[in-house]
């Protein structure tokens, strides 16, 4: 069973709130993904860190924004929703090396703005 | 770029049926190939993975074989159950590509009793 916690897991917010989504892992993992997925099952990595003090944009331009201060954290924050960001937020972490390691996923955050 | 192309979905079979969802792919290089599955509500989880070719990988039942010639890496299962019934994902990683998963668009399985 993997050690990777997302909260809230269902959360539905007004236009123009700040929210972070929060991301923990217990496994001790460098490497730390959030994935954006669509109705249509998709998914979209929209931001990556490979430890402390490392954040990287995804393949997915996203406005929002992520830190990583400690090894375990990785949260994500949208200073102003948006209908547009009604979404399933996923985060997932990796020991190593993904052509070898394994990422595991969090259980997911489903953001409705309304 | 690379790029992962599997069946659409949903996939709607019998308990006890065979199945095959087809994966193919787009590689510059020699990448690692997975499957994984989403279940309702919970994220992602790693099914089986191959790291070579001719590679068979194996879990609860299911296999897939890294075909290079083909660059496929189909999944399949013998006879599944109404547990079976998720979202399953296939995937490659390649080196020098940022330690990222490219993920195909998923293809829905449901499983009638």
């Known amino acids: 069973e993997a050690d990777i916690y997302q909260t809230p897991r269902y959360l539905v917010i007004g236009t123009g709130k700040k929210i972070t989504l929060e991301c923990s892992q217990t496994?001790?993992?460098?490497?730390m993904y959030w994935y954006q997925q669509d109705p249509g099952m998709e998914l979209h990595l929209i931001h990556y860190?490979?430890?402390?003090?490392?954040?990287e944009k995804g393949d997915l331009s996203s406005e929002s924004t992520v830190s990583r201060i400690r090894t375990e954290h990785f949260p994500l924050t949208l200073e102003s929703a948006r209908p547009s960001h009604t979404s399933q937020y996923l985060c997932?972490?990796?020991?190593?090396?993904?052509?070898?390691?394994?990422?595991?996923f969090g259980p997911g955050t489903r953001l409705t703005v309304t | 770029g690379d790029s992962v192309t599997q069946m659409e979905g949903p996939v709607t079979l019998s308990e006890e049926a065979f199945l095959t969802i087809n994966c193919t792919y787009t590689?510059?290089?020699?990448?690692?190939l997975f499957w994984y599955v989403q279940y309702p509500g919970e994220g992602l989880q790693l099914l089986l993975k191959?790291?070579?070719?001719?590679d068979k990988g194996s879990n609860k039942g299911f296999e897939a074989t890294y075909r290079k010639e083909t660059t496929s890496f189909h999944l399949e299962k013998g006879s599944v159950q109404v547990s079976d019934s998720a979202v399953y994902f296939c995937?490659?990683?390649?080196?020098?590509?940022?330690?990222?998963?490219?993920f195909g668009k998923g293809t829905r399985l449901h499983i009638l009793p």
């Open positions: 590689a510059t290089g020699y990448p690692s």
């Open positions: 995937a490659l990683s390649e080196r020098n590509r940022d330690d990222k998963i490219i």
């Open positions: 860190s490979y430890g402390v003090n490392s954040t």
């Open positions: 496994m001790g993992h460098d490497k």
């Open positions: 191959a790291t070579k070719a001719d």
């Open positions: 997932a972490s990796s020991e190593g090396d993904s052509r070898a390691y394994e990422q595991y």
